[in-house]
Nanobody, 117 residues
Framework: QVQLVESGGGLVQAGGSLRLSCAAPRSIFANNGMGWYRQVPGKQREAVARITTGGSTNYADSVKGRFTISRDNAKNTVYLQMNSLKFEDTGVYYC???????????WGQGTQVTVSS
């Protein structure tokens, strides 16, 4: 099965920054858009950011201007740079491959991001 591996989560103060990484098999990375999604307890999973194989990006309105998604084709890795973090950004962040902006076909195990107020 496809193995997507996230890293970079942790505890930060409001206003701080984190960078998440997601490594994917080349067979998936080279042929699919990649995205970041987050799950907050009591709320539906939401799409945060997406990048196509060609480098086009989309963001949730709540993170525009603060988060940046990028991909390194040589490393088969997608990143999410998160700046100006807010308490409301707290949740489990999942890397997804394929599918659509709204829902991926393949998933990582998630990495916890906690923002203290």
């Amino acid at each position: 099965q496809v193995q997507l591996v996230e890293s970079g989560g942790g505890l930060v103060q409001a206003g701080g920054s984190l960078r998440l990484s997601c490594a994917a098999p080349r067979s998936i990375f080279a042929n699919n858009g990649m995205g970041w999604y987050r799950q907050v307890p009591g709320k539906q999973r939401e799409a945060v950011a997406r990048i196509t194989t060609g480098g086009s990006t989309n963001y949730a309105d709540s993170v525009k201007g603060r988060f940046t998604i990028s991909r390194d084709n040589a490393k088969n890795t997608v990143y999410l740079q998160m700046n100006s973090l807010k308490f409301e950004d707290t949740g489990v962040y999942y890397c997804g491959a394929g599918g659509t902006y709204w829902n991926a076909d393949y998933w990582g195990q998630g990495t916890q991001v906690t923002v203290s107020s």
